[in-house]
């Protein structure tokens, strides 16, 4: 038998009530928060990837599912979502419409990654940006409505981690700094963090080699290098966070996993997610624009895993999803599948979706037929047997109730519609 990629599950029924769930819930926060819905393709030429997320980063470096297509063109799955919607943002001239403007998406993203729990190879974000503005109290208001969005779903033992990567001027400076750091550790260095120490040393404080733990742990710290600009824009914001009234913990090694970062950044971890506890985390991107050949135009957006938060909540959702309230029609009699189906497409047409309205095929007898209800959690069934067509009545039975009444054909409506 075939079987679904390694990394890239299948997302059944009897999880789907808890994806739309979250969705919806998570749409509904943004859009409180005056967010608009972008829809980007999945697929994007290769260098939009390469030039922003950078050559250096694990995710083009490694992650990328990349190929080239008939007509030659090099083609990625998208591995993550600001760097496309900034493409659209540029492509439509948003920013001549409105000097400021705030997007979400929500999709699926795909990275080759080693899958485990909480770390596929497709798997979902919804994303914010918030583009035309350096405003600090953007920077604030995104951390707010993705601390919302935890606390929402009551993640437990949220941490909000932030630091600062400073403006451009910072990080050529700090650069240097690391670079004569790391050289003096060369020997413990792999070749490809040799590269990256020649390239992007940045990314060096990012290693998850345990050789380099401590030496981590004893680099110089970006936040005593910041300019006197960089600085300010950092204070601001945690000022901002504090009037706000959100706990976060300064982390001077977060430089997160894409090139275009500056100034903010941030990551929100929860407590029951094992190893894999980042749910969310995002920053400012003003360069983003510059590199892909337009002026530079602030910007900051959050990223967010949905399958991290479904873990996190599953079990204790379970009981609490409600669901639409659902009726069976049962046809005990080849001659009365007609009524069956009339009375069916009548409901639902009439109950405007309030209800689940469930015809059943194949009906061996009544027993069968109960059992089936009683498997799909059915709330009422309707049977039409050879007595029912004689008289034109129907038979409803509330399952809850355990009570049985007989009741005209048109009357169907009226009775279901009761009982809502
Ligand atoms: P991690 O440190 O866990 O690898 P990341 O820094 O690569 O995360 P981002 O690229 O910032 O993550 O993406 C934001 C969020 O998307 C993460 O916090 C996480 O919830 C989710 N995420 C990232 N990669 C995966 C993956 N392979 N599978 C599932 N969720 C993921
Ligand atoms: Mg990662």
Redesign the pocket.
Known sequence: MIQNIKGMPDILADETPIWRFVEDTLRSILETYAYEEIRTPIMEETSLFVRTVGETS??VGKEMYSFIDQGETNITLRP?GTAPVMRAYLQHHLGQQSSFSKLYYIGP?F?R?RPQK????Q?H?IGAEAIGSSDPWVDVEMIAVLMEICQRFKLPELRLEINSLGDAQTRTNFREVLKKYFQKHASKLSDGEKVRLEKNPLRLLDSKNPDLATIIQDAPNILEHLTPDSKKHFDQVLNGLNAAGIPYVVNNRIV???DYYCHTAF?IMAGNLGS?N?????GRYDTLSKDLGDKEIPAIGF???L??VILSIEERLKTELTRKKRIEIIALDEKARELAFTTAQKLRSELNDKMTIDLQFDTKNMKKALQLADKNKADFVCIIGEDELKNKKLTIKDLHKREQESISADGIVKYVKEKL
């Open positions: 694990d995710i993550e993203m990275r990654e909480g770390r596929l190879r798997f974000q997160r996993g894409l990551e894999q980042s749910v969310g985390g995002g990223a967010m895993g399958e991290r």
